[in-house]
């Protein structure tokens, strides 16, 4: 089975912080993707960052970074400096390269960043 | 990176009433995905489209519900058939950026609320 779990339903920071969102997945297989998407209100689900199972290191993206945990099966995103207009639902999702193929999400993280 | 327009991007529907969701993409695409979303929830594969064949449904999604066209590499449709209440969600249309990868961009999305 491809299950991903999200156990923070919300989070709360001021602007300029840093926050950690959590995600964790189960898999057997050994070739699969990662990714975080932004789904900001009212507007469309964007591409946060992409992680590649097979590489060590961790992937960035300008102020945002994850925590790839492979033993741990343990994917988290950090955002950085913190932004007003990162407000926004972050889904976890994964992907199996073979099986089943699809994109499967977690239930999501509602981030508010206050002024 | 593709751009995917929905229509309608909301409408409110009577219970028992069919209403056809259309997904232009900008470019050519072998494979599009529709996905729902409940209000607060996660998001739902419902099938994969690809031209020329029939879509796949996932569990729980069936063909008498949820009819899907693909008639070019570009177009497709999702029909939410003899609506209830239930039906209301966001329904996402998608396409691979990547086969290989898993990634996905998304349409705006066509907010649907049933009466």
């Known amino acids: 089975a491809q299950t991903v779990t999200q156990s923070q339903p919300e989070m709360s920071v001021q602007e300029a912080e840093t926050v950690t969102l959590s995600c964790t997945y189960d898999?057997?297989?050994?070739?699969?993707?990662l990714f975080w998407y932004k789904q900001p209100p009212s507007r469309q689900m964007i591409l946060v960052i992409r992680q590649e199972a097979y590489k060590q290191q961790n992937a960035t993206e300008n102020r945002f970074s994850v925590n790839f945990q492979k033993a741990a099966k343990s994917f988290s995103l950090k955002i950085s400096d913190s932004q007003l207009g990162d407000t926004a639902m972050y889904f976890c999702a994964s992907y199996l390269a073979q099986g089943a193929q699809k994109l499967v999400f977690g239930q999501g993280t509602r981030l508010t960043i206050n002024p | 990176s593709a751009v995917i327009s929905q229509k309608p991007s909301r409408d409110i529907c009577q219970r028992g009433t069919s209403l056809t969701i259309q997904c232009q993409v900008d470019?050519?695409?072998?494979?599009m995905f529709w996905y729902r979303q409940q209000p607060g929830q996660s998001l739902t594969l419902i099938a994969t489209?690809?031209?020329?064949?029939?879509?796949?449904?996932e569990s729980g999604f069936v063909i008498d519900k949820f009819p899907i066209s693909r008639p070019n590499l570009t177009f497709s449709t999702l029909t939410v058939s003899n609506m209830s209440p239930e039906d209301s969600s966001i329904y996402l249309c998608s396409v691979a950026a990547s086969v290989n990868t898993g990634e996905l961009f998304f349409g705006e999305g066509s907010r649907l609320t049933v009466l």
């Open positions: 898999t057997s297989e050994s070739n699969y993707y």
């Open positions: 470019s050519q695409v072998t494979m």
């Open positions: 489209a690809n031209q020329g064949s029939e879509a796949t449904y």
